[in-house]
């Protein structure tokens, strides 16, 4: 039989692009900043740069946590203790630890079944937006997170962005030092409304009442709060709420994301954790009201296969003892960090906020430098690198952040170049 050409000069169309990537306005934040920076180090291959940008932790893991790695490494050695698939949700002996560590003894009421595993809580901030409709109105605070609006514009929620960098169709709330970094409740209703405390990048955390009146504002509104905790174990002050479930009435209205990797280190290894409450409803386009838990459950186990056993174990031994008291002292070890930046900065003449109960340091540019500029200026004339407010948002612009997540000579010599520089 001859061979049938393939006519491909014929074909008129060909895989469709989802053109929504195409109204990002630039390559990921913090892409951008580390194509910067290769630049400049191969541009100046002996300069000595110290990374104060991306919030990386520097710190090993916990021997607690590295030693039951290792003993779950050794189950999976013998085919009496080997684990293949585990639940989508992750194990029992996990989620049982984090109920009653992290929810049950501060007095808020989660049960292990709520509680759903995962393999970083920027990964689920993303994902969430798969069970809810297009239409919904969304609202985030600015600065913000970058992954809460980049996500949105590619699933299509908004149009194109301004000159400032605002996309079109979402509601920002500016936070600023003019309002103490607390975002006035929107004057028009949302849907969702994306709270991110202790807040990245500002450092700032929310007072028990500030966050009630959110809680008050979505049970009056119908709206959902996506509410982004992973700092949470970095705050000082006691009065502070850890979780957005220590509010009245939280769980009807509010999604909680954590993660493992600053409090203990996990960057590299990967787990953290949803809340979806079992009290949480949602609607349908004809009124009819769902819970939210088993379409979430049901997204979970379709698209994930869950964390591994090994990392699993290793998470669970952050709540034992040695654990709890080995986690402590690396956040004392950051927070030591953010407060010899903290002081460092003022002493320079640097208008500073944050670092008291986050370990992210928010400055006002001196000089009334751009971001942008400013992150050129340190990076070519002191070797350290930050990251621009304005990537953050349009409210961050004439800010800029520094991350508490490095060696003590680092943060020392870091202080060190800045003040020099400044003089």
């Keep these: ?146 992954v809460y609006v980049d996500t949105n514009v590619m699933a299509g929620r908004t149009g194109a962005a301004d000159a400032q960098g605002r996309y079109a169709g979402l509601t920002y709330l500016p936070c600023t030092a003019e309002n103490d970094f607390t975002p006035a409740l929107p004057e028009q209703r949302v849907d969702m409304i994306y709270l ?77 954790f949803t809340v979806v409450p079992k009290d949480l409803m949602v609607t349908t386009a004809s009124g009819e009201k769902k819970a939210l838990h088993p379409v979430w459950n049901r997204r979970h186990c379709t698209k994930f296969n869950g964390v591994s056993y090994i990392v699993q174990r290793g998470a669970e031994a952050v709540y034992s003892e040695a654990g709890q008291a080995q986690t402590a002292e690396l956040i004392r070890f950051y927070m030591e960090n953010a407060k010899l930046l903290r002081a460092g900065l003022t002493a320079a003449g640097i208008e500073v906020f944050g670092g008291e109960n ?26 350290l690198v930050g990251t621009p407010g304005s990537g953050f948002g349009a409210s961050g612009e004439g800010y800029f952040r520094l991350s508490a997540f490095n060696s003590r000579v680092n943060v020392e010599a870091a202080v060190d170049r800045i003040q020099k520089m400044l003089s």
């Excluded at 390559?27 to 919030?55: K, T």
């Excluded at 989508?88 to 049960?111: K, P, T």
């Excluded at 006691?238 to 509010?254: N, T």
């Design 1 to 146: 039989m001859a061979d049938i050409p393939l006519l491909l000069d014929s074909r008129t169309d060909m895989a469709r692009l989802n053109e929504n990537y195409l109204k990002l306005k630039a390559g990921y934040l913090f892409p951008e900043i580390g194509r910067r920076v290769s630049a400049f180090c191969q541009a100046n291959p002996q300069a000595n740069v110290i990374r104060l940008g991306i919030g990386d932790v520097t710190e090993p893991l916990p021997p607690a946590v590295t030693e039951a790695m290792h003993k779950a490494v050794d189950e999976m050695a013998n085919r009496s203790t080997f684990h293949g698939y585990g639940p989508e949700q992750g194990y029992d002996f996990l989620r049982n630890a984090i109920a009653q560590h992290d929810y049950v003894a501060r007095g808020a009421q989660v049960a292990a079944d709520e509680i759903f595993v995962s393999d970083g809580s920027k990964c689920d901030t993303g994902n969430i937006l798969d069970v809810f409709d297009l239409q919904n109105t969304v609202a985030v605070q600015d600065p913000v997170y970058p």
């Design 196 to 272: 991110c405390y202790p807040n990245n990048p500002t450092g700032a955390v929310a007072s028990r009442e500030t966050l009630q009146t959110w809680v008050n504002y979505a049970r009056e509104q119908g709206s959902l709060i996506l509410f982004d905790a992973a700092y949470e174990a970095f705050i000082q002050d006691a009065s502070i709420p850890r979780s957005i479930y220590e509010l009245d009435g939280a769980r009807e209205v509010a999604i909680e994301f954590r993660s493992f990797s600053k409090n203990a280190g996990f960057t590299g290894t990967r787990c953290a």
């Design 358 to 383: 986050a370990p992210y340091i928010w400055l006002k540019t001196p000089g009334g430098a751009t971001s942008w500029d400013f992150f050129d200026r340190l990076l070519n004339d002191a070797h």
